[in-house]
DNA sequence: CACTAATGGCAAT
DNA sequence: TTGCCCTTAGTGC
């Protein structure tokens, strides 16, 4: 998916594009219907990011209480995405979610060359199984492919956020709950940090990258992994997830681990500027049997809980003991 | 046209 | 551990 980075970034647009005014809600594919009826009309007073789950407040009276909020609860699953379309004066990326053009872009940027003047946006025809529409003004937002979308009650988003571990992407996440629900595991850490009750919004791609800047073997028990090792593990996500929302792009690799810009070709031959060369994204993630970028040994990959996953052998030691 | 993979998660076994 | 759900884009016949 779509990872947590993915999520917040949404939260942030939606704000952004809709926050403050009331959207026409439906269904054009009609799953989503009664749902949508509930939310028709209403103004959009909050969003909110935690972990992979977008939620997004509505106001059923104007000047009533958080606790009378309705909340649309969405989570993207392993192909969802967000679509945007506006006006001249309504700026997203195109699409934020799954990627859908190639592997590896997750997010469609505007290119502005379809933008209108306000007065001349016309509402586009839905395209695909949208599931839910928001309207409002200057654009529209179509979701597509969810694995969940949904209305609550604020009493049911709050039992929701309680099943999940800390979000190193909110300003409440709580380190050392990370550090405590790994410890108290003996599950191997490469299990445990995709399990959205031990650390919320991390996915594939964060969970191989991230084990290996810390280099750790991901069958290595929870529990066996030294705390100050857990506690440097949290630091860096915050890091790299933080990097995430603010690009839009997960790159994980180091400076010092790529080519150095300005030597960088795309497959023409051509400079290439500010962009990390093909296939030095990510450390070790796809890269199986390829080189790892720093010491050279052939990236490993196993399938772990019906995913793949990759590590470096070598940069990774093999845990003593094994699951 | 069939088949697959994709940055998830859940329930049933 | 398997199977199923959500949907699309790419591949290959």
Known sequence: M???HTVHRLAHAFEELFGGQPLAVSSPQG?????????????????????????????????GSDEDLRWLRTHLGLYGSWTFAGDATFSAPHA?????????????????????APAEWRVPEPRGAVRARLLGEHGVADLTGPAACEVITAAEKVAVQERLG?????????GEAFVRNVRARRRA??????????????????????????RIHPRRLGRDVP?????????????????????GRIVTTRPEDRTPPGEVRDP?????????????????????????????????????QARRLFWCPRCQRAPRRRV
């Open 2 to 4: 779509p990872e947590g």
């Open 31 to 63: 799953r989503f219907a009664d749902g949508a009826a509930l939310l028709d009309g209403l103004r959009l007073v909050s969003t909110e990011a935690y972990g992979k789950h977008l939620f997004l407040g509505f106001s059923p009276a104007p000047g």
């Open 96 to 116: 934020i979610g799954a990627p859908r053009r190639r592997v590896g872009e997750e997010e469609v940027a505007g290119d502005g060359a379809g933008a209108a």
């Open 166 to 174: 800390p979000d190193p992407l909110r300003p409440d996440g709580d």
């Open 189 to 214: 850490i490469g299990e445990l940090l995709m399990d959205q009750e031990i650390v919320s919004g991390v996915g594939n791609i964060y969970r191989a990258e991230s084990l290996y800047r810390a």
């Open 227 to 247: 705390a100050a090792r857990l506690s440097r593990l949290w630091a860096d996500l915050v890091e790299v997830m933080a990097d995430g929302v603010a690009t």
């Open 268 to 304: 023409e031959g051509e400079p290439v500027e500010g962009e990390p060369a093909e296939g030095e994204r990510w450390y070790v993630y796809r890269r199986t049997g390829l080189p790892c970028l720093v010491c050279g040994a052939k990236v490993a990959e196993a399938v772990l």
